[in-house]
């Protein structure tokens, strides 16, 4: 399955002809919850006639503030109204004592891990289902005291969560810390993955890669969306696109490039069970 990150933008677009490449969409729901009039009908009328995932923004998993309770409570009614799939958020916080309005990284841990697992678990209790933790792009690890990995991976196993396994935050992670991409990208659970992003970047420098979602797709992150194929197995994937925003058909081309790597892969494995 391939999917598109759906923005307001793309809205007239989708609904007057949804492409075949896509299978499902993916929202924020913070942008959505509130809407009202013809937005509200917009979206309902999407939702009706396809697959769609929710990807949190304002969750703030790792906050040392308590969750908010009401906005969980919020986002379960919003899923069953719109039959919501799968909701998935950032392994980070973004909340103090005031909103940051960004995603800050959490330190690499074990008070961290003690900290952000009941907060899972808490969540996934009130929404009655598994929710899935994205692993994030991060510009700073300070205190660390495990490797990203390691923290990852704990957490998912602890709180009995899922993973929504970003691509493209793993090569940037790697560039902007000095590590091995697909080495990381092996040492991920297959069994935990819900599903994947892909995504462009921009390179400040060298050595350090921004997460942006502003661009294209580049070579370096196909190659390891193939090797996370050939390790893991074929994982519903998804392209995001937040702004640069092109024209449908022009996205589609990335979308394209999703489905002959997973046919690719498919082709592989059904190739080796006949042997």
Known sequence: MVGLGLRREMLDELLAHTPKQIDFMEVAPENWLKLGGRFKKQFKTLTDANNFVCHGLSLSIGSPEPLDIEFVKSLKTFFDQYNIKLFSEHLSYCSGKG?????????????????????????QDILERQIAIENVSYYAAPGQQLSELEFTNTILE????????????IYVNSINHGYNAET????????RI?????????????????????????????????????AHGVFPTLLERDFNIPSINTLTKELDIIHDLQNKQL?????????
Not at 184 to 191: A, I
Not at 205 to 228: N, S
Request: glycine share 4%; with cysteine; aromatic share 8%.
């Open 158 to 169: 602890q709180a009995d969560c899922k993973l929504l396994l970003d691509v493209n935050n």
């Open 267 to 275: 082709c592989a494995s059904s190739s080796q069970q006949l042997a």
């Open 194 to 230: 819900a599903y994947g992003h892909v995504a462009g970047h921009y390179n400040e420098a060298d050595d350090l890669i921004v997460d942006t979602h502003g661009a294209d797709v580049i070579d370096p992150v196909w190659d390891l969306l193939d090797k996370a194929y050939q």
């Open 184 to 191: 990381f990208l092996l040492g991920l659970p297959s069994k």
């Open 99 to 123: 909103h940051m309005y960004d995603l800050m990284p959490i330190p690499f841990t074990e008070e961290a891990i003690a900290h952000v697992v009941p907060r899972i678990k808490q969540v």
